[in-house]
């Protein structure tokens, strides 16, 4: 079983930033990706971002220019810098590994409230 843990949300204003960061660890034979989702109130959960392991990185185009995602492979960790954050920006924040045989893993989710 492959377990994530996600760490650096809070409440923040319009402007500022955050740093979300997600370690993995157990059973991981081998990592496709690893990025973040998020989830607001009512609706559906969508890609923030994502970092494929032999790929290009693929960011939501709202976020584009003020979100950075990086992967440490050795320490099986992927962070997401967060700057410029709007209100519409707050949200549950999931970070997602996908890994071997097609499997899935989801951390706990960590909140981000911006206020305007």
């Known amino acids: 079983q492959v377990q994530l843990v996600e760490s650096g949300g809070g409440l923040v204003q319009a402007g500022g930033s955050l740093r979300l960061s997600c370690a993995a660890s157990g059973s991981i034979f081998s990592i496709n990706a690893m990025g973040w989702y998020r989830q607001a109130p009512g609706k559906q959960r969508e890609l923030v971002a994502t970092m494929p392991s032999g790929g290009s990185t693929l960011y939501a185009d709202s976020v584009k220019g003020r979100f950075t995602i990086s992967r440490d492979n050795a320490k099986n960790t992927v962070t997401l810098q967060m700057n410029s954050l709007k209100p519409e920006d707050t949200a549950v924040y999931y970070c997602?590994?996908?890994?071997?045989?097609?499997?899935?893993?989801w951390g706990q989710g960590t909140q981000v409230t911006v206020s305007s």
């Open positions: 997602n590994l996908w890994g071997a045989y097609g499997k899935t893993y």
